[in-house]
Every structure is written in C-alpha cells, then in structure tokens.
C-alpha cells in the first residue's frame, strides 16, 4: 500500500518545480525578453553584462540616480508583497502590522525568527540580490503612485482572465505529472495553502502584472516617444557612406555593430525609448524627420566629447497624448497584447520624471 506520506512529498516537489516556473512567469510587468546585446542604460551607457533572464533580472533593473543605500531598513509593514496590490488587500496583506505575529517567519524552540533576520541575512550572503529586490521595490512604490494619481488599474474582467488562464495552464502540468492525488488536495499539500487562497495569490500577482505594464506605457503615451537608431562616425566621409549604403537598402544595424562609434554600437544602434521632450542629443538628429525615413548626416558631439557627425532613423514617434487612461485602455490593452513592455521601457520609466 503507498505510503501516505510519499504522497505529500512527490506533491510538494513537483510543486517546488511549479512555483519557479510560476514566479518567473507571474512577477514583474509582462516583458519581452531582450537579448543581451539589447540591455544598457536609460542614456545609452553601456551596463554591466546581465544573465540569462530570471524572476529576477527580467525586472529588476538599477535605474539612474535611484540605488537606495544597502541598509537594514525595518521589514515590518512590507510583509512581503502586500505593498503594491490591488484595493482591499490580499492574503498577503492580513498579517499583523504591529511587529508581533506579522513579522514572525517561524518559531524553533524558544527562538523566533522575523523577516528582518531573513532580510539580515541576505544582505550578508546576496547583497547583489538584496539590492534588486530592493530595485523592484522602489519601482513598486513609483507605479502605485502613479497609478493612484492616473486612475491606472487593470480591470477585474482581464485579471479574472489571467487567473484563469494560469490555473488551467497549472492543472494541465499537474495532469500530466499523473495527477496521484485530486487538485485540491495537491495544492494544499505542495503549497501550504488551500486552492481558494492560491487564486486569491494569482490574482494579487495578475493584478500587479497587468497594472504595471499599464503604467508604464501610459505613461510613455502622456510625455510622447522617440525611437530612434542611429549611427556615429569620427569623420563626415565614414557617415556619408554609410549614410548612403543605408538608404541603397543596407541593413543600418548590421552597419551600426560593425562600424558605428558609439556605445550602442553592439545594440545595432537602437537608442532606448526617449521622451518626445527628451534632450538627449540624438533627438536633434530627429528633427523634421519622419517615421521610417533617414535624418541628414550632422555635426555632433560624441560621447567621449570629441567631434563627430552621425545620423538616425526614426523608429518610432509618438505625440504626447494627455487623454484619460479610461479613454485609451482598450487601445492599450491590444497594444500590450501584441507588444509587451520591454527592459529598456522599464529602464526608461525608472530614469524620468512625472511632474502631472
């Protein structure tokens, strides 16, 4: 007869494997995957090599100016998720908030251990780690203030879809692994948790999601966009001449990597995203200059302040849009379904300000 207990531990172990697929999938704004070579700074400096993309990394980028100070702050009050969600809290945000019985992570003995002793702790094997999270916790703060003060949320018909969505996708891995025991049952034994409160989780996480992902290219549409690729050269013959193959029909980011001096060389000249009101010098490059069309070759000054001359192409433009988010959710949503927000949007949002 199988033993009880075997049954516990398989479903916890195939939930250990879920809840890693489940996180890198859940937390964080929905991002595109950027290659490597597609990863820097808001202003185009380039940044120190990122892995592969994690839970972690897929989100959490340092943003210019904003590397709080690695320094045990008080956990109580954060209890691990319930600082951004959605209105009326969430299974996270019912601990207890007095630093009693909230901040209690398990008790061994006469010993209890708090969430400040886990944050004490990471800071002293991971600070690498700690300081991400800390990253993701300042961008947190910045979209719910944000969101609040824009009237930004996902509606409940998208999160409900999501949740859905994620626990079919959940019950179908579980099916598959031979569903030894009911759905339920499984839940609570590999999760800690009954099936009703895991929905409530998911949908905490849906929620912050899809509202992030909001924010973030709404706010992009109130202060406009530029997407521009661009080309440097220390000398106007090297730019006219690649200015001229480019607009024979050569590919402007294979000649950008292999010939171009500036810093985003490697990126095929692709600038992060710019404010429409940006004075980043490549938006000069811009002026007057279509979507899709080339720029003149002009006089510029490069980035290790030299002179130099280059050119852009406009990717993208997008006029400042001041609208209601009510009056462009839609339009937003089917945007994001077939454009997710990416890493340098993120990077972008976290380098400006938002003044209205």
Not at 188 to 205: K, M, N, P, S, Y
Not at 206 to 226: D, E, M, N, Q
């Amino acid at each position: 007869m199988r033993n009880p207990l075997s049954v516990r531990e398989r479903a916890f172990a195939f939930a250990s494997v879920w809840i890693v697929a489940c996180l890198a999938a859940c937390q964080g704004p929905s991002v595109r995957s950027v290659p490597e070579r597609d990863r820097s700074g808001a202003n185009g400096e380039r940044s120190r090599p990122a892995a592969r993309p994690t839970a972690a990394s897929r989100t959490n980028v340092s943003f210019p100016g904003r590397t709080p100070e690695l320094e045990p702050p008080v956990a109580r009050g954060m209890n691990f998720g319930s600082l951004f969600a959605p209105a009326g809290g969430s299974a996270e945000a019912s601990a207890d908030r007095d630093g009693t019985e909230g901040d209690v992570v398990f008790r061994e003995g006469t010993t209890v251990v708090r969430k400040q002793h886990v944050y004490d702790r990471m800071l002293e094997v991971d600070p690498r780690r700690v300081q991400d999270i800390a990253e993701a916790l300042r961008l947190d703060v910045r979209i719910r203030e944000l969101s609040q003060r824009w009237d930004v949320q996902a509606s409940d018909a998208e999160v409900d879809l999501s949740v859905r969505r994620e626990l079919a996708r959940m019950q179908r891995d579980f099916e598959k692994a031979g569903g030894f025991v009911d759905f339920a049952t499984y839940v609570e034994a590999g999760f800690g948790r009954t099936l009703e409160d895991l929905t409530q989780h998911l949908r905490v996480l849906a929620w912050r999601r899809s509202t992030r992902s909001y924010v973030i290219r709404y706010a992009a549409r109130r202060r406009g966009v530029l997407r521009l690729q661009r080309f440097l050269a220390t000398t106007k013959e090297d730019a006219d001449r690649v200015h001229a193959e480019v607009a024979q029909g050569g590919d402007l980011a294979r000649l950008a990597e292999a010939r171009s001096v500036g810093s985003r060389a490697r990126f095929g000249g692709r600038l992060p995203p710019l404010a429409a009101s940006s004075r980043h010098s490549a938006t000069r490059l811009a002026d007057g200059v279509e979507v899709g069309a080339l720029g003149p070759v002009l006089a510029v000054t490069l980035e290790d302040g030299s002179d130099g001359f280059g050119f852009v192409r406009v990717l993208e433009r997008i006029d400042p849009d001041p609208r209601p988010f009510a009056d462009v959710h839609e339009e937003l949503r089917r945007e994001l379904e077939r454009r997710p927000v990416e890493r340098d949007e993120i990077v972008a949002f976290g380098a400006s300000a938002f003044d209205s």
